[in-house]
């Protein structure tokens, strides 16, 4: 009998846990005391949609995260770095890009029933869901307020000819186009010399 119980006390435990979603974090660990701090060194996979039109951070793709976790009153406090590889299209030229970005992160999680919790918006304040906070909302929306609306592969990317549609960095200085009136284009016809001459 006393063996059924703990093991009822197990799977309760266990159920607590979020279904391996490797963006959540236990605090358990943690604890509340104030100042408690842990490291966290995690690559993640990219979940779907981290990205604008031209450029984003292809889903499932490796996503470092070098983070602080520091309890303080109101909830946790989480610092740190955010590695993440973008990929998308120059605006000018159309050609592929891809980068990596490094960015910092700082965002209080707050605690379930703590005074910035009452006292904030539902979307002014991240907060804790139990015993787990998820790292995926704040490195996303980091990620893509990161972002360029028009990418481009280099600062000084001068784009496609207009005529053609060549990428114009890899055409000579003087690349041209000769442009003819079309009111005029009967008269160019007669008295251009036939090649057969």
């Known amino acids: 009998m006393p063996?059924?119980?703990?093991?009822?006390?197990?799977?309760?435990s266990t159920d607590r846990r979020p279904a391996a979603d490797p963006w959540k974090v236990d605090l358990r660990e943690l604890g509340r005391r104030p100042g408690s701090m842990r490291e966290l060194e995690r690559s993640v996979p990219a979940r779907?949609?981290?990205g604008v039109e031209m450029i984003g951070v292809p889903e499932d793709a490796l996503v470092e995260l070098h983070l602080r976790l520091e309890s303080v009153m109101e909830g946790v406090l989480v610092t740190g770095e955010v590695v993440a590889p973008v990929t998308g299209q120059c605006a000018r030229c159309l050609e592929p890009i891809e980068d990596t970005l490094t960015l910092d992160v700082q965002?209080?999680?707050?605690?379930?029933?703590?005074?910035?919790?009452?006292t904030?918006?539902?979307?002014?304040?991240?907060r804790i869901d139990g015993d787990?906070?998820?790292?995926?909302?704040?490195?996303?929306d980091t990620v893509v307020l990161t972002l360029?609306?028009?990418p481009t592969c280099t600062p000084d990317c001068s784009g496609l000819c207009v005529d053609c549609g060549l990428r114009l960095d890899d055409l000579p200085a003087d690349h041209s186009h000769e442009v003819l009136d079309p009111r005029w284009a009967g008269l160019a016809?007669?008295?251009?010399?036939?090649?057969?001459?």
């Open 3 to 12: 063996a059924a119980s703990s093991h009822r006390r197990g799977a309760a």
């Open 48 to 50: 779907e949609g981290w």
């Open 189 to 197: 016809d007669r008295f251009t010399p036939s090649k057969e001459n």
């Open 107 to 118: 965002e209080l999680y707050a605690y379930e029933g703590s005074t910035t919790e009452a």
């Open 132 to 140: 787990f906070l998820d790292l995926a909302p704040l490195v996303r």
């Open 148 to 150: 360029p609306l028009s």
């Open 120 to 126: 904030s918006e539902e979307d002014e304040v991240r």
